[in-house]
């Protein structure tokens, strides 16, 4: 196996993130072994998974000559505002190319949370009004760019290549690390999936160490979690073949029932969540991501689908500055 040292990174994330038993929550919701793993502090401009990921793909721009960042996402991508800070880190100007995909019009949503961090860390903005339209607007601004004899660098939604995926590869050897001291085998990690990345690595990283721990993906993106499915299966796989492990057949699980009417949409299970968590252990989710994967956490902890001698792990993936982007419907969440 190739050592995860072999690939250049450039530094970003306050590591190792702090491993939490989570044992208000999890007596609330009737699985006292509740774990979390807390990405949501890794410290760059407001944290989240997409540092350590970042970590591997800056690594990469900088070996590869590259003179700019391009990626892009929602108007609330996390992914956006967290390489828009990489960026800066790096000196490299850094290109969003921000999608109006979510059927959200508020102020709050439009110009509140992430958006509003992108433009204080000065990326440069291109606004985009559909899905359809981002790959030819994205083709264009590349071929822009390398005219005017420059190398960008292009990181698809969510930083989801294999090389992304790396980041993923190293939190579960950081966590499987932090169990063993505290004596505790890792049976279930749970985590929202959305662009295939952080799922990836994770199920890649925990194979390369021969680990038998199941990676539970809850769907916040796709109309077809088969999509995902496929998605999470072919990044797996192409991490493992980067870092040179030979694995069997890798098991991918994805749960469908939890994103609701779309991806940014907020639910019922979502909010309900959110409050629960921050009132059990005065710890803030997110509504596009972490709200949804903890929903999903409980409803499956609800229905049995662990037994009460395994441990839980939730992965908190960030978010939070989306918080403020959903002001209009935290008024109404909140008030019934
Ligand atoms: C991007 C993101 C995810 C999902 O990660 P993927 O690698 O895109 O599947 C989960 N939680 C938060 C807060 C995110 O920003």
Redesign the pocket.
Known sequence: MTTLDAFPTFPLAHLPTPFEAWARLGAAIGHPKLFAKRD?CTGLAFG???TR?LEFLIGDALATGATSLVTV?AIQ???CR?TAAAANKAGLPCHLVLVDQVPIKTDAYQQSGNVQLDHLLGAIIHKVESKEAAPEFILNLINKLQASEKTPYFMP????TAI??LG?VACAMELTKQADVASLKLDHVV???????????LVAGFAALGAEVKVH?IN??EDDPAK?TEA?AGLADETLSLLGVKAAALEIIVHGDYRGEGYGIPTDGMFDALKLTAREEGVLL?P???GK?MAGLMALARAGAFSKDETVTF??????S?LFAYTPQFGVALSS
């Open positions: 949501d989240g998974n997409k990921k996402g991508s996390n992914h967290q939604p969510g930083g989801s992304g995926a993923y985590v929202a999936s959305s662009s295939a990345g952080t799922q990836a690595g993906g916040v993106y995902l999470v997110d596009v991501y972490t994967g992965i908190h993936t960030g978010g939070t989306g």
